[in-house]
């Protein structure tokens, strides 16, 4: 049974900085692509980032460039997203997703498998 949990979502002041965490279980997770999608009120779900935590390469979303990071912690099967420079437009329901391999094609949501609950980023 594939499980994804986040956490680490919270209301923050815009410049400022959240990590939010992705615990798998289940799952073969360092053969995998694990990523962050978001959500905001009346958009699509967008892709924030996306690694492959066995190889570590890693992919981003232009609106995040430069100021998110997502990391692994193979140990704890865990996938990171360290978000800094906060803005409003972050606001949304953050969102952890595996599938079978990242490539070019990482951001389209309708090509991953599994899903967590979500955990809610507000920037203001």
């Known amino acids: 049974h594939v499980q994804l949990v986040e956490s680490g979502g919270s209301s923050v002041q815009a410049g400022g900085s959240l990590r939010l965490s992705c615990a798998a279980s289940?799952?073969?997770?360092?053969?995998?692509?694990m990523a962050w999608f978001r959500q905001a009120p009346g958009k699509d779900r967008e892709g924030v980032a996306a690694i492959t935590p066995g190889r570590g390469r890693r992919y981003y979303g232009d609106s995040v460039k430069g100021r998110f990071t997502i990391s692994q912690d193979n140990a704890k099967n865990t996938v990171y997203l360290q978000m800094n420079s906060l803005k409003p437009e972050d606001t949304g329901m953050y969102y952890c997703?595996?599938?079978?391999?990242?490539?070019?094609?990482?951001?389209?949501?309708?090509?991953?498998?599994?899903w967590g609950q979500g955990t809610q980023v507000t920037v203001s």
């Open positions: 289940g799952y073969t997770y360092n053969r995998n692509c």
């Open positions: 997703a595996a599938k079978a391999w990242c490539s070019d094609s990482w951001a389209n949501a309708n090509m991953y498998n599994y």
